[in-house]
């Protein structure tokens, strides 16, 4: 391990983070509140640790960097954004704890939602607006913003390029890892920019179209509201915050080739994509016809207007709320949480364990199916035309038993601690998952507030190994990774 280039980029990728801090910062001064100080103090302080990390790395270079260096990298990254991102919420008091701030800071660059905010109206707009902007900067990625803004990481950036993007097998845009890095981030600004300017025209002041749209597009939940986007109670607000969810669950590259590239089937040439929307539309008519039967709401109208919102919103692990589903009947419940474990696309800001991993593994049981039965036969996978190699399967497999692991062994943890069953399976899941609110005691109408503090800090892990899809957070654990 080489530790002067570990820091070099540390200190880089904190320096651009704090700087960010100048947002909320200038929505406190505006309001002439008394969270500049706090939100100032909270950016001096990232600025003056980049700066050390920045000498500490002085005579380095990212040209050769080496895997390892790169998981390591990745994972400390965002161990120190969410430290320093903390510090707001904590010297402000907006919460009482490091612990509450580091839960609700990991929170957000994670693109959870969590939250341990009772009362979130209670907090300045300053304090609010970087509580979100925080799920934005996380949403695409904080090494990939890094390669963005700063170029002469791309030397040494496929290795943290493929440590950070989700999914199996990161796609890029171009040869150059600067260039794809830019390109992403420009049809995420785009993207943000459109719904932004959208939930403005239909009646949002432009501080909760900004917040609610840094929610929607990194897929991660945080509302400047009490009441979420329920709050509204507006069709027109629901619908476009539903269809931008949908779009920021899918892989951002067929939103690049649509809009850069005008080719208009680049969605639905795309099998992963397919899959998504017909899970997303099964799982709406379904779960609409059990709440119709049950006759939960009055009307077909708002039953599927609901149910739209709630599955995008869950699948997607948005974590958006505008009906308390605790009240739906079991089997409805059931079903979300099925939609919790998949997740959004590859390549996209939402979490869980990734729609394509789900084909690739079907797939893969259908030809065992097809092998027993026809035992000398040879059958290849295909996916989007393309030969799925051996390798990339068994990373899945990997994947998936290590992503079980952890989530028993976080499961065990907290009912070792006094969580109940309910809470328990749901706190894991709706952490791990990146999703937000979960059952029990975390439902969407509850939250984080009340568990105690050993669980805070396990979930706060869980939400780091969720984002970073385990592999960049094990390696912080590996006694080879540090070894020179």
Same mark, same amino acid.
């Given at each position: 391990m080489r530790f002067n280039i570990v820091a070099k980029i540390l200190g880089l990728i904190v320096g651009v983070v704090s700087l960010f801090m100048l947002w909320p910062l200038a929505w406190a001064y505006l309001d002439n509140s008394s969270e #500049? /100080?706090?939100?100032?103090? +909270?950016?001096?302080?990232?600025? %003056?640790?980049?700066?050390? *990390?920045?000498? $500490?790395?002085?005579?380095?270079?990212?040209?050769d960097m080496r895997p390892r260096e790169a998981?390591?990298? #990745? /994972?400390?990254?965002?161990? +120190?954004?969410?430290?320093?991102? %903390?510090?707001?919420?904590? *010297?402000?008091? $907006?919460?009482?704890?490091?612990?509450?701030?580091?839960?609700?800071?990991?929170?957000?660059f994670t693109t959870t939602g969590s939250t341990v905010l009772t009362d979130i109206e209670a907090n300045g707009r300053g304090i609010l607006f970087w509580r979100s902007l925080t799920h934005w900067l996380g949403g695409m990625g904080i090494i990939v913003l890094g390669l963005a803004?700063?170029?002469?990481?791309?030397?040494?950036?496929?290795?943290?390029?493929?440590?950070?993007?989700?999914?199996?097998?990161?796609?890029?845009?171009?040869?150059?890892?600067?260039?794809?890095?830019?390109?992403?981030?420009?049809?995420?600004?785009?993207?943000?920019?459109?719904?932004?300017?959208?939930?403005?025209?239909?009646g949002l002041s432009p501080f909760e179209a900004l917040t609610h749209t840094f929610g929607t597009m990194a897929t991660g939940g945080f509302s400047p509201l009490n009441g979420s986007v329920g709050q509204y109670n507006s069709l027109y607000v629901d619908s476009v915050v539903t269809i931008f969810m949908f779009m920021a669950g899918a892989n951002f590259a067929l939103h690049y080739r649509l809009l850069a590239r005008r080719d208009l089937n680049a969605w639905w040439r795309d099998e992963e994509f397919r899959f998504y929307l017909i899970v997303i539309l099964g799982a709406i008519v379904t779960i609409s016809l059990i709440l119709f039967k049950n006759n939960i709401y009055d009307s077909v109208s708002?039953?599927?207007?609901?149910?739209?919102?709630?599955?995008?919103?869950?699948?997607?692990?948005?974590?958006?709320?505008?009906?308390?589903?605790e009240q739906w009947p079991v089997y409805a419940q059931s079903l979300l949480l099925i939609l919790m474990l998949i997740g959004g696309c590859a390549g996209s800001t939402g979490g869980g364990m990734k729609v394509v991993r789900l084909m690739i593994l079907l797939k893969h049981v259908g030809i065992e199916?097809?092998?027993?039965?026809?035992?000398?036969?040879?059958?290849?996978?295909?996916?989007?035309?393309?030969?799925?190699?051996?390798?990339?399967?068994?990373?899945?497999?990997?994947?998936?038993s290590l992503y079980v692991i952890v989530f028993v062994i976080a499961f065990l943890?907290?009912?070792?601690?006094?969580?109940?069953?309910?809470?328990?399976?749901?706190?894991?899941?709706?952490?791990?998952?990146?999703?937000?609110?979960?059952?029990?005691?975390?439902?969407?109408?509850?939250?984080?507030?009340?568990?105690?503090?050993?669980?805070?800090?396990?979930?706060?892990?869980?939400?780091?190994?969720?984002?970073?899809?385990?592999?960049?957070?094990?390696?912080?654990?590996?006694?080879?990774?540090?070894?020179?």
């Amino acid at each position: 391990m080489r530790f002067n280039i570990v820091a070099k980029i540390l200190g880089l990728i904190v320096g651009v983070v704090s700087l960010f801090m100048l947002w909320p910062l200038a929505w406190a001064y505006l309001d002439n509140s008394s969270e #500049v /100080g706090p939100i100032f103090s +909270s950016m001096i302080i990232g600025i %003056a640790i980049s700066v050390i *990390l920045l000498f $500490a790395g002085s005579n380095s270079t990212s040209a050769d960097m080496r895997p390892r260096e790169a998981l390591a990298i #990745v /994972g400390l990254s965002w161990l +120190s954004v969410s430290a320093i991102g %903390a510090l707001p919420f904590w *010297l402000s008091g $907006a919460l009482p704890s490091y612990t509450d701030a580091f839960f609700e800071a990991v929170s957000g660059f994670t693109t959870t939602g969590s939250t341990v905010l009772t009362d979130i109206e209670a907090n300045g707009r300053g304090i609010l607006f970087w509580r979100s902007l925080t799920h934005w900067l996380g949403g695409m990625g904080i090494i990939v913003l890094g390669l963005a803004v700063l170029p002469f990481l791309g030397v040494g950036g496929r290795q943290l390029f493929r440590a950070e993007v989700p999914g199996p097998v990161p796609e890029k845009l171009t040869p150059r890892i600067h260039h794809t890095a830019l390109l992403l981030w420009g049809v995420y600004l785009f993207l943000s920019a459109l719904e932004a300017f959208l939930l403005y025209v239909g009646g949002l002041s432009p501080f909760e179209a900004l917040t609610h749209t840094f929610g929607t597009m990194a897929t991660g939940g945080f509302s400047p509201l009490n009441g979420s986007v329920g709050q509204y109670n507006s069709l027109y607000v629901d619908s476009v915050v539903t269809i931008f969810m949908f779009m920021a669950g899918a892989n951002f590259a067929l939103h690049y080739r649509l809009l850069a590239r005008r080719d208009l089937n680049a969605w639905w040439r795309d099998e992963e994509f397919r899959f998504y929307l017909i899970v997303i539309l099964g799982a709406i008519v379904t779960i609409s016809l059990i709440l119709f039967k049950n006759n939960i709401y009055d009307s077909v109208s708002k039953t599927i207007r609901y149910v739209s919102f709630q599955s995008v919103s869950i699948m997607t692990t948005t974590g958006f709320v505008t009906a308390d589903y605790e009240q739906w009947p079991v089997y409805a419940q059931s079903l979300l949480l099925i939609l919790m474990l998949i997740g959004g696309c590859a390549g996209s800001t939402g979490g869980g364990m990734k729609v394509v991993r789900l084909m690739i593994l079907l797939k893969h049981v259908g030809i065992e199916l097809k092998t027993l039965i026809h035992p000398r036969a040879h059958y290849s996978m295909r996916l989007n035309g393309k030969t799925v190699e051996w390798g990339i399967v068994l990373s899945i497999l990997a994947f998936l038993s290590l992503y079980v692991i952890v989530f028993v062994i976080a499961f065990l943890l907290l009912t070792l601690m006094g969580v109940d069953l309910i809470t328990a399976i749901a706190a894991v899941a709706a952490t791990l998952g990146n999703i937000g609110p979960g059952l029990g005691n975390v439902g969407p109408m509850d939250n984080f507030a009340n568990l105690t503090m050993p669980v805070k800090w396990i979930l706060s892990f869980c939400m780091l190994f969720g984002r970073l899809e385990l592999y960049p957070m094990m390696a912080l654990f590996l006694p080879d990774t540090w070894k020179r």
